[in-house]
């Protein structure tokens, strides 16, 4: 039976994020009905050309919303916190990409994949999470629900377009300008990006964390549905422009086996195992760009316990990271 087609609004459409969403809802043969796009307001009228087709960009204001749908937020924190509850009055089933309501107890924050059960639960409002919590957990979910996850050790390389189309911006021009010798200010980031290694993404709090740590620590738990795993996590950006990777490190309250762990990854819903190193294949950025896919390889028992498994995670952050994701939960809820 056909879907129904449905409005909808993206909020942000000028930025990374926003974009791809609009091109996925394209590619996806989402049953769009009206597409509206709009900026965060700071940006005049423009138009955008997504599958062939023009779109105006207008500002934004909830009233400009119109019909009720669902409304992508890809504006970042402060719009969403000061306009979400207000478009969800308004009828609009609100998926926000911002961290501002991830941790809110009365908000689903949902990976498809993992816990599309908890949609059932919201009240027009639901959070689409970070984009390294997400790949980690579609992971370890099937992993959990048969050998009970106790702990995980994450280390983030994660690529500049995490911080935007700035961050991406500044990896090229600064690394022609260390080939040829110059120095540039560093301006989306703190440090130099450009051949460099940056331990720090968002902000140190008092701890010595960073809001990425502690994002990666906090989601993994609501997500997967269990506040008693220990989830230890240093996030660094690295100078690759798209796809994150991750070091894991994870311990079980069961014994694996490695030949069943393979089996249950091929199986798992979104993930796809790339595990032959002997060969030369494993996981890396390079071939996951624009891929729907989570990628795992390099799949480890122990060494000091047949319990603890390591592994090495790719995803392409700004597609099921970011919008791929927000994508999926509007399906699910369809």
């Not at 909020?11 to 974009?19: I, Y």
């Not at 579609?138 to 996850?149: D, S, T």
């Not at 440090?191 to 993404?201: K, M």
Request: aromatic letters at 6%; hydrophobic letters at 45%; proline letters at 6%.
């Amino acid at each position: 039976m056909p879907q129904k087609s449905r409005a909808v609004s993206i909020v942000g459409a000028t930025g990374l994020v926003g974009s791809e969403i609009a091109k996925l809802l394209f590619l996806r043969k989402f049953p769009l009905g009206e597409l509206r796009l709009f900026s965060s307001g700071r940006t005049s009228e423009r138009r955008a050309t997504i599958a062939g087709k023009e779109f105006p960009i207008r500002p934004f204001s909830p009233g400009a919303l119109g019909e009720p749908g669902f409304c992508f937020l890809a504006a970042g924190g402060e719009t969403s916190r000061q306009h979400a509850h207000a478009i969800a009055d308004l009828g609009h089933v609100v998926i926000d990409n911002s961290s501002a309501f991830r941790m809110h107890p009365d908000v689903p924050l949902v990976v498809p994949e993992v816990n599309a059960g908890d949609l059932r639960c919201h009240r027009g409002i639901i959070a689409n999470p970070n984009c390294s919590t997400i790949q980690m957990v579609v992971v370890l979910a099937p992993l959990h629900r048969l050998w009970e996850l106790k702990r995980v050790i994450v280390s983030t390389y994660q690529s500049v377009s995490g911080a935007g189309l700035q961050a991406t911006g500044e990896l090229a021009t600064h690394s022609s300008a260390v080939l040829e010798g110059r120095t540039l200010a560093p301006r989306a980031f703190a440090d130099q990006i450009a051949f460099n290694v940056i331990p720090r993404i968002d902000v140190f709090d008092s701890e010595g964390w960073t809001g990425e740590e502690r994002k990666l620590m906090n989601e993994t738990r609501k997500i997967l549905g269990d506040g008693s795993i220990e989830v230890v996590a240093t996030a660094a950006r690295v100078p690759v422009f798209r796809c994150h990777s991750e070091s894991v490190y994870a311990e079980f309250g069961r014994e694996l086996d490695l030949a069943v762990v393979r089996q249950v990854l091929a199986c798992a819903p979104g993930v796809k195992v790339v595990d032959d190193p002997a060969s030369g294949k494993y996981p890396m950025p390079v071939n996951c760009v624009g891929q729907e896919s989570t990628f795992v390889g390099r799949l480890r028992l122990g060494p000091a316990s047949a319990k603890a498994l390591s592994m090495w995670i790719v995803s392409d952050n700004v597609w099921k990271g970011a919008a791929l994701n927000a994508v999926q939960i509007a399906e699910e809820l369809l």
